[in-house]
């Protein structure tokens, strides 16, 4: 069993930048792949990025160029650094995890991101 906290969504103006954290109770050496999904308000959940055990990174298309993943296993964490964001990015974070044997899936509670014009 893995819990997942996830922090640092907030409000940011259109333009600006969040980095968002998500901590691990647990090793993640085996979860693969870990990454982030956010809804927003009357729409389903959808990935935003997404990184393995390896290295490979997946980005939703309109997050490409903008939101940089990244994953320390030695702290149990998975990073998601957000720039140039827009007012559509606005939504609920949440950090996933899936075991890479089980296919056990793992959410947090998620953190708010809003976004102003």
């Known amino acids: 069993q893995v819990h997942l906290v996830e922090s640092g969504g907030g409000l940011v103006q259109a333009g600006g930048s969040l980095r968002l954290s998500c901590a691990a109770s647990g090793s993640i050496s085996s979860m693969n792949p870990m990454g982030w999904y956010r809804q927003a308000p009357g729409k389903q959940r959808e990935l935003v990025a997404t990184?393995?055990?390896?290295?490979?990174?997946n980005y939703v298309d309109s997050v490409k160029g903008r939101f940089t993943i990244s994953r320390d296993n030695a702290k149990n964490m998975v990073d998601l650094q957000m720039n140039s964001l827009k007012p559509e990015d606005t939504g609920v974070y949440y950090c996933?995890?899936?075991?890479?044997?089980?296919?056990?899936?793992?959410w947090g509670q998620g953190t708010q991101v809003t976004v102003s014009s």
């Open positions: 996933n995890a899936r075991h890479l044997f089980t296919q056990s899936e793992y």
């Open positions: 990184v393995t055990i390896g290295g490979r990174i």
